[in-house]
């Protein structure tokens, strides 16, 4: 038996209400750029619209003109998607709060997550949105990702709760030293002063 390796998100399917809502939220209050449209091929009823969420994947919408927006949370039971993450810059997050304050929408406020920060609201259509944004830059070379596993491994090694600012420093470091050669016989931290 093999495993079916996987290489990313391709994209995201969210059934949407009528068209010029879902253009008005995603790229209208997300800034995600309206990519194309087509019909939905499944379904002749629907359209299918594409927005670049900013990392050149896709998030598409199934559209309908007889749906209207409802705000209702969407239902939350096994199986179910609990919430949409997307990443925003720094710059970006701390500006998120006033910035959902001006269209009236309720969120929870910034969200200490000690590796990230992290805020969420409702979309138009009840679906739990997450604008978060990491703390940390990957050295050259190494994905976020591969910064998380070294800081999971320097917390439980520690007996830490949960990864803080702390385990992401000495993450990049160790990093930095097993990926990026010197000269140096020896690479200990040392006090030149």
């Known amino acids: 038996m ?3 390796q996987t ?4 994209h995201i399917t969210i059934i949407g209400a009528d068209r010029q809502s879902s253009i008005d939220f995603w790229e209208g209050t ?3 750029p309206f990519i194309f449209d087509q019909p ?3 379904d002749p009823n629907e359209g299918h619209l594409y927005f670049d969420p900013g990392d050149g994947r896709l998030i598409t919408i199934f559209t309908n003109e007889d749906r209207k927006p409802d705000a209702s949370a969407v239902p939350e039971s096994v199986g179910s998607l609990h919430h949409l993450a997307l990443n925003v810059s720094q710059a970006t997050f701390w500006q998120v709060a006033e910035r959902l304050d001006a269209r009236g929408v309720s969120h929870s406020g ?3 997550r000690g590796f990230m920060d992290s805020i969420y609201f409702r979309d138009p259509l009840g679906l739990r949105l997450e604008l978060a944004s990491y703390r940390f830059e990957p050295p050259q070379g190494c ?9 999971h491994r320097i917390r439980v090694d520690r ?3 949960n990864i803080e600012r702390q385990h992401l420093a ?3 470091t160790e990093l930095v030293e097993r990926r990026q050669h010197s000269l140096s016989g020896d690479r200990s931290a040392r006090n030149p002063y």
Request: glycine share 10%; no cysteine; proline share 3%.
């Open 2 to 4: 093999m495993k079916i």
């Open 7 to 10: 290489q990313g998100v391709h």
């Open 30 to 32: 997300l800034g995600m």
């Open 40 to 42: 939905n091929l499944d």
């Open 110 to 112: 910034p969200v200490d």
């Open 143 to 151: 994905r976020h990702a591969d910064v998380m596993i070294a800081a």
């Open 159 to 161: 007996g830490d709760r």
């Open 170 to 172: 000495d993450a990049i």
